[in-house]
């Protein structure tokens, strides 16, 4: 069966800092992946999303980045973390696009 | 107009009670539609897909209103374990990605 994990599942980063949230997904090949943030109070947005390795679209402009180095791998970046960059970061996969999502566990993010 | 609109709720109601949740959406061009289900703190899970002919799980009863543009879900007995928040899901067919609704809130008291 497929299963799919990110890390870390919290942390604390400064204002200024840069950030990495690595999500793998196994069990399955090809994989359309994710990243979504919610933020306290709201809904989900789509922030990136791949259809295959090295394809990313970039759904909001912002300070931060995704890749897609692996087949199963995921990696959400930040050069430099803002205050409104906190929130509840999830990747997601798909096998097919608009179809059944599935979420790893979550990341929570505070900027401070 | 909102792609997917919810009521946030909350929906108090008491164990045992019945419960329904509408959900609207604005692309009449829509195909595909879901229920999650999100614990606080926790990542949303597929409580289950919404079928034209409507569908039922257990307790739970899905519907799909083309002709209005809604669909809702429905609980039944419900239990404390249900206390979660409710998040109805459409797929954009232009863009073919999922559109979430922001959620409704369902506390189940003893």
């Known amino acids: 069966s497929q299963t799919i994990h990110q890390w870390p599942a919290t942390l604390v980063q400064p204002v200024g800092s840069p950030l990495s949230l690595e999500c793998t997904v196994e069990?399955?090949?090809?994989?359309?992946l994710y990243w979504y943030r919610q933020a306290a109070g709201r809904g989900l947005q789509l922030l990136f999303y791949?259809?295959?390795?090295?394809?990313i679209s970039s759904e909001v402009p912002q300070n931060l980045s995704a890749s897609r180095p692996q087949d199963r791998q995921f990696i959400l970046s930040s050069k430099k973390l803002l205050l409104s960059d906190s929130g509840f970061y999830l990747c997601?996969?798909?096998?097919?696009?608009?179809?059944?999502?599935?979420f790893g566990e979550g990341s929570w993010l505070t900027v401070v | 107009r909102k792609e997917v609109e919810q009521d946030p709720g909350p929906f108090n109601v008491p164990e045992g009670a019945t419960v329904a949740f509408n959900c609207t959406y604005s692309?009449?061009?829509?195909?595909?539609f879901f229920w999650y289900r999100q614990d606080c703190r926790k990542e949303p899970k597929l409580l289950m897909s919404?079928?034209?002919s409507g569908n039922e799980d257990g307790r739970f009863t899905a519907q799909l209103n083309r002709a209005s543009q809604y669909i809702s879900l429905l609980i039944r007995d419900s239990k404390l374990s249900d206390s979660a928040t409710y998040l109805c899901?459409?797929?954009?067919?232009?863009?073919?990605?999922?559109?979430f609704g922001t959620g409704t809130r369902l506390q189940v008291f003893p």
């Open positions: 791949s259809v295959g390795i090295g394809q």
């Open positions: 919404v079928y034209s």
């Open positions: 997601a996969w798909s096998e097919v696009l608009g179809n059944t999502i599935y």
């Open positions: 069990g399955t090949s090809n994989p359309n």
């Open positions: 899901v459409v797929n954009s067919p232009n863009t073919d990605k999922l559109i």
């Open positions: 692309n009449s061009a829509s195909q595909s």
